[in-house]
């Protein structure tokens, strides 16, 4: 059985900037590596509750994070047409900025006497998982880095038709400097589902991550799309990776479908979720409590759920799922050339 704490948080030192934690703990938690959870653009804290209640419910503290600034609620508030007044260019350096703060907070409750997280939580061997922009929220803490120069650069070019993950990325290329670093040395372990990452990370700047990272990319994936934004930037990482590839999956795939049920997802009839996706969260569900293990004593007896074996055997007809640990040469070579020749 697991316990949620709702917390409504405010960060003097951003100007009281308002950040809303729930945080999932059970009875049987013991001092385990907490786990951080970033939400996509213009959803909430809710889209990956069920991955949540499954960790604690395994002894993990998980603190699902609400980004106040690129939330569901600030694009209502806004709803005006272009992605660009929905999000300001700050969005992307106060979104790791908010999960350093709530680990900053996670550190006092430990500490504090009665506290009912007192003695359970280690700060400093920290997972954090993000979706979608979440996702590349969730790298640029773990250790990408930002480059803006090489933004400004595409993103000049770029048609007015371009697909919603360029355009995202794009609103960070008024930032003022060149390059951003925004690592959080707590965080040993990234998972990044179907992140943006296509941009705003330039040629190099997830080659300068230094710890594991899974990355997932939905086949179906039409906000961003796997070959642009998951397939080649995983490439450039230089650190123990893994890519997870789930035939037939969509974007909101990996949601929570209580989370799903009243939104956009819900009237595409493109998006495949709710019930049917059920067994695409249940591999979820037990990949990221594998990955999350790997940081802990009983990793071992997890390793064997992240292999190309398990993923295979978990297959469905409706959704095969492969899982490696690199894209052999030749395969890049074609995916090469074929972006050569668009541009």
């Not at 949620?4 to 729930?22: A, G, I, M, Q, T």
């Not at 929220?137 to 000049?156: N, R």
Request: net charge positive; aromatic share 6%; proline share 5%.
């Amino acid at each position: 059985a697991t316990q949620v704490l709702n917390l409504s948080l405010k960060d003097e030192k951003r100007l009281n900037r308002s950040v809303p934690v729930d945080i999932y703990y059970s009875n049987t938690t013991v001092a385990k590596p907490v786990v951080v959870l970033s939400h996509g653009f213009s959803s909430d804290r809710s889209d990956m509750r069920y991955i949540a209640v499954h960790l604690a419910s395994h002894g993990y503290v998980v603190a699902a994070v609400e980004h106040t600034g690129s939330n569901q609620a600030y694009q209502l508030n806004l709803m005006k047409p272009g992605i660009v007044s929905m999000i300001k260019p700050e969005e992307f350096l106060d979104r790791p900025k908010d999960i350093s703060f709530v680990l900053d907070k996670l550190a006092q409750f430990n500490s504090t006497p009665k506290h009912p997280l007192q003695g359970k939580i280690i700060t400093d061997n920290v997972t954090v998982i993000g979706h979608s922009f979440g996702g590349a929220t969730a790298l640029t803490i773990a250790g990408g880095e930002l480059q803006i120069d090489y933004l400004k650069k595409y993103c000049s070019k770029l048609p007015v038709t371009t697909n919603y993950a360029e355009g995202l990325q794009c609103v960070a290329s008024s930032l003022p400097e060149n390059r951003y670093q925004l690592k959080d040395s707590r965080i040993k372990q990234a998972i990044a589902l179907n992140p943006t990452t296509s941009i705003m990370f330039g040629k190099t700047g997830l080659k300068k991550m230094q710890v594991p990272v899974l990355m997932l990319a939905s086949s179906n994936d039409q906000v961003t799309p796997a070959l642009t934004e998951q397939i080649i930037g995983f490439n450039t990482i230089s650190s123990p990776k893994l890519l997870v590839g789930i035939v037939g999956a969509t974007h909101g795939s990996i949601k929570d479908p209580i989370s799903t049920a009243n939104r956009e997802e819900k009237q595409d009839s493109l998006e495949v979720t709710g019930e049917k996706a059920a067994d695409i969260r249940k591999y979820v569900k037990a990949v990221t409590l594998a990955f999350v293990s790997q940081n802990t004593s009983t990793a071992h007896e997890y390793k064997v759920f992240l292999t190309p074996e398990y993923a295979k055997y978990v297959s469905t007809k409706s959704f095969p799922i492969r899982l490696v640990t690199e894209i052999p040469a030749d395969t890049m070579a074609s995916i090469n050339q074929i972006l050569d020749n668009k541009q």
